[in-house]
């Protein structure tokens, strides 16, 4: 899969090496922008607050696939007229969207191959960009947890919170594992 990645921090970069070794064509973006138009996906990894600035410096995202991994913590909000920014984006490519690696510490991606089970990515999104959400996370050593449609993303985005004040009430940094019954 041809890949363009917008951030090149913790997580931008840090997803981007993992589906480098998976095989993927990985483009890496950074705050000068650039054009994703050969891209099969996009990954949105920018500060929460940055998203509107960091997609008015790219060019070729209409109708792309893009997978928002985003965060809104300490009061931040989306911007005007949208409850989460993956409905931002939306609006902005008008193609497929998910919230996806968004609830995942990124100090830990380099460690998640090497887990006992593969430890869940929480997403939402549209039905259209499921497979592409199931085989990234697949390739980056998670297992797709979906919460809902991209209704939902603004719930997911809320996480962000408690998932910081989890990891500073004693537990660290940490992976989380959703299974059903059958799995355990």
Do not use: C
């Not at 991994?69 to 902005?92: C, H």
């Not at 968004?102 to 593969?118: E, H, I, M, Y």
Request: charged share 15%; net charge negative; no cysteine.
């Amino acid at each position: 899969m041809n890949i363009t990645v917008i951030g090149r921090g913790n997580v931008g970069g840090g997803l981007a090496g993992l589906w480098e070794r998976a095989g993927h064509q990985v483009t890496r973006l950074g705050r000068g922008g650039g054009n994703v138009g050969t891209a099969d996906a996009v990954l949105l990894a920018v500060p929460g607050t940055a998203v509107e600035v960091a997609l008015s410096s790219v060019v070729g995202l209409e109708g792309k696939t893009v997978l928002d991994a985003t965060n809104l913590y300490g009061g931040a909000r989306p911007p005007a007229g949208f409850s989460s920014n993956a409905q931002y984006v939306k609006s902005v490519t008008g193609g497929p969207t998910a919230k996806a690696f968004s609830t995942n510490f990124a100090s830990l991606l380099g460690q998640v191959a090497d887990a006992r089970v593969r430890p869940s990515n929480l997403w939402s999104g549209d039905d259209e960009v499921q497979g592409v959400v199931r085989q990234l996370s697949l390739d980056a050593g998670y297992e797709a947890v979906r919460l809902g449609d991209l209704g939902m993303a603004a719930t997911q985005e809320g996480l962000a919170d408690p998932m910081f004040a989890i990891a500073q009430s004693g537990l660290g940094q940490f992976v989380y594992r959703l299974a059903s019954p059958e799995q355990l």
